[in-house]
């Protein structure tokens, strides 16, 4: 009975992980951008209920969504979109320079110590299920994961400008060639990001409560992991990545012995450079069709 | 000529780096002319267009679509202004279906009227892309390919359909079904620019063909110097730089 106790947590936090990979494969799959900065979204989202502790729940969610977004627009505008031409490795190092700079402003504003971001109090409880403890947050995080990957799914498969994202991760040149409006597709997939990396923020909460200025790092970088993982160059393996590693990373921590816990990021990233060794192209990255002409 | 020209290329230079890829080159295109552009690999065809829908960068010169210029535009402006590009290569999404690589063809029209009508028109032209609608575009073959991009274009009801190479890596019959459709485009009353390696075939396509060498326009042509071989070489390895240079104009 334990084994499904273990599953069903990991399949929550697989779900939270899987919406920060999604954004982050939306991204790069419009820009080339392996956005390393993607964590600070979330870490900017956990401030932002640390500073308004004690509102109502109804104006702290959207003002989180919109504090991400905005700084999801930001980054977008000034720092990446002057970059655009530039070679991968220059982004890179501009968005590790992003990161590395809203750490710092946090930890300026905040120190390093941890903030208390409580919201959504009751998720936390639980409810049994025969000898199954079942936190609501588990059920929501499940929930709310299928909704958004579900959305995201609709909007690029049943919309014009869906179709037009797609088209530009597959050929920006052609794309653009064709009409299509370039700055009006990254802005789009940055929003888009942004929400989905504003919604993992609010259900991460109940399990990992307090901020700290690298609170988004570790989330982004094995967010990050999994997308490689799971292959980059497609949104759906990109985001199963994200799912597995999130599913990895709590089936891990639930199997390993109490006092050996402190062995869970050896063990997970063993893992990765199994499956990397195994199947560099992507875990998940059926062989292409064609090869890109 | 010049003020009734639907495009206009006057001293178009194109440099990668310290490399000059296009030189001077000046030409016009009137409504419902064919303009073949004909030269050996590397001679600049690509560039060339590319200059023109902004794809490149212009190191001088300039380029006037219907009267306007085209300096300060991007490439899918280029593209809603009413030229559109079938590309080297095809490039179609080979990840997407033939019916969404064409509903992206639709995305430079300037108006949705008669979407339906050019719809019908164009799968009657190429009954492969109507056929294999809700297929990847990637496993159709090279010349559904190539048909899928020019219908593709299509779809932009452009005023100037722009080909880069479009026989390139095909079979000889399927080349023979790509001209025919090209034909078939002309006599809709479509103008178009097509470049190509092809020299011959283009040329006698073509109403008139500039040959393109080292960067620079080496002369121009017209249908009846197909068969002239010795007017093809003496053009393509050219004798003399400056006294073949020819203005386009006059």
């Not at chain 2, 620019?193 to 017209?222: H, M, N, P, W």
């Amino acid at each position: 009975m334990n084994y499904v106790q273990y599953f069903i947590d990991a399949v929550a936090l697989g779900s939270l992980y899987a919406l920060v990979a999604l954004g982050i494969g939306l991204i790069f799959g419009v820009m080339r951008l392996v956005n390393l900065a993607h964590g600070e979204l979330l870490m900017a989202g956990g401030y932002t209920l640390f500073a308004t502790n004690g509102w109502s729940a109804f104006v702290r969610v959207p003002l989180v969504v919109l504090v991400v977004v905005a700084l999801a627009l930001s980054m977008e505008r000034l720092a990446f979109r002057p970059l655009r031409d530039a070679s991968p490795a220059t982004m890179l190092v501009m968005t590790f320079a992003v990161s590395f700079l809203l750490r710092n402003i946090a930890q300026k504003r905040w120190s390093s110590q941890g903030k208390a971001m409580n919201i959504f109090a009751g998720l936390s409880k639980a409810f049994r299920v025969g000898d199954l403890r079942i936190r609501y947050v588990t059920l929501v995080s499940i929930g709310v994961g299928a909704v958004l990957l579900l959305a995201v799914n609709l909007f690029l498969y049943r919309t014009e400008i869906g179709l037009q994202m797609r088209a530009v991760a597959s050929d920006r040149r052609i794309a653009q060639a064709l009409g299509v409006r370039i700055n009006r597709i990254v802005v789009t997939a940055f929003v888009i990001a942004g929400v989905l990396a504003a919604a993992a923020l609010l259900l991460f909460v109940p399990q990992r409560p307090t901020v700290t200025p690298d609170f988004g790092l570790q989330i982004g970088i094995l967010a990050l992991i999994g997308v490689v993982v799971g292959g980059m160059d497609r949104l759906a393996p990109a985001t199963f990545g994200g799912f597995a590693i999130g599913f990895a990373n709590s089936m891990v921590f639930s199997l390993l012995p109490r006092g050996q816990r402190v062995f869970l990021d050896s063990a997970l990233y063993g893992l990765v450079i199994i499956v990397l060794l195994l199947r560099p192209q992507g875990l998940f990255q059926r062989e292409r069709l064609t090869a890109r002409v | 000529m010049t003020e009734s020209a639907l495009l206009e290329v006057s001293n178009l230079s194109v440099r990668y780096g310290a490399v000059p890829a296009l030189r001077d080159v000046s030409f016009a295109v009137r409504a419902g002319e064919v303009v073949g552009v004909v030269g050996p690999n590397g001679a600049g065809k690509t560039t060339m267009l590319s200059a023109i829908m902004r794809m490149v960068g212009w190191s001088g010169g300039d380029v006037q679509f219907r009267g306007e210029s085209l300096a300060r535009r991007s490439p899918d402006q280029v593209a809603r202004l009413g030229i559109a590009l079938v590309p080297e290569g095809r490039q179609i999404f080979s990840d997407l279906t033939v019916g969404e690589n064409l509903r992206l063809g639709t995305v430079a029209r300037r108006s949705r009227g008669a979407l339906q009508r050019d719809l019908d028109s164009v799968i009657e032209l190429f009954p492969v892309v109507g056929d294999f609608r809700d297929r990847p575009a990637g496993l159709l073959s090279g010349g559904q390919q190539q048909q899928l991009a020019i219908a593709r274009a299509l779809l932009a009801d452009p005023d100037l359909l722009v080909l880069d190479e479009p026989s390139l890596g095909l079979a000889p019959t399927v080349i023979d079904a790509v001209f025919a459709a090209l034909d078939a485009i002309r006599r809709a009353g479509r103008t178009i620019v097509i470049v190509e390696q092809r020299a011959q075939r283009t040329i006698a396509f073509a109403d008139r063909t500039y040959v393109l060498a080292d960067g620079r326009i080496r002369s121009e042509v017209g249908p009846g110097d197909a068969g002239n071989g010795e007017l093809l070489r003496a053009s393509y390895f050219g004798v003399d730089d400056s006294s073949q240079t020819h203005e386009g104009a006059s």
